[in-house]
């Protein structure tokens, strides 16, 4: 498997324009996760999804930031409009299940280096 | 609620001594435990994990990690650093085998000459 793949590897918007950020998981893999890394937060857990549902998104900002995976093998995270405070590095990971006989590691993309300028 | 503390953000050894990152955690119940690595322009990968199946964990890039419950600490090895262990380092806790991560805060390394 190649892997998480993300794309765009990076993007550079105007404010107030719409930005998606794409995500294909690992075959197989039944969680999803969307992650924002940033100098002044670290990593935080945006939402994460169960079998294409979403399962806690709890950590999406604002009303300006939705994601979907509308199919096991695709998510987006979008943001409209976007905001200079939103720029970051977006990262996508996948993990399969829970319990202590599986490999429940999260596995990571490359992910979107964001700038809203 | 979980939470991870690293303590010291930048790290700096030279080429071919110890390496010791720290990681504390919180949690309520027995964790799981997990070291990332993040080279420059990179995702994270996994440098290895604690599952409760052994209290000394061996990974890849010759790092180890012990997990010690009397001390809520899960602290980061390797006897030999090389210049390409320069990188941050992210521990992290999961109550849920890995579905759900919380970060600390991350340790930069620089291996000197």
């Known amino acids: 498997d190649a892997g998480v793949i993300q794309s765009p590897r990076h993007e550079v918007t105007e404010m107030g324009q719409e930005v998606t950020l794409r995500c294909k998981p690992i075959s197989g893999h039944d969680y999803l996760f969307w992650y924002r890394q940033t100098m002044m937060r670290g990593l935080e857990l945006l939402i994460y999804f169960n079998n294409n549902v979403p399962i806690d998104d709890s950590g999406m900002p604002e009303d300006r930031f939705s994601a979907k995976m509308p199919n096991a093998s695709f998510s987006t995270l979008k943001i409209q409009p976007s905001e200079p405070r939103d720029s970051a590095v977006y990262f996508c990971?996948?993990?399969?299940?829970?319990?202590?006989?599986?490999?429940?590691?999260?596995?990571f993309g490359q992910g979107t280096r964001l700038t809203v300028v | 609620a979980q939470s991870v503390t690293q303590l010291g953000s930048h790290v700096s050894v030279s080429e071919g001594a110890l390496v010791l990152l720290r990681c504390n955690y919180s949690s309520s119940v027995p964790p799981y435990l997990f070291w990332y690595v993040q080279y420059p322009n990179q995702g994270l990968q996994l440098l290895l994990k604690y599952t409760s199946a052994a209290t000394l964990v061996k990974g890849i890039n010759g790092f180890e990690a012990e997990f010690k419950k009397s001390e809520t600490s899960f602290h980061l090895t390797k006897p030999s650093a090389h210049m390409s262990d320069a990188a941050e380092y992210f521990c992290a806790v999961s109550r849920g085998a890995g579905n759900k991560l919380t970060f600390g805060g991350g340790t930069r390394v620089l291996v000197k000459p």
């Open positions: 990971a996948s993990s399969l299940g829970q319990g202590v006989r599986r490999n429940t590691e999260a596995f």
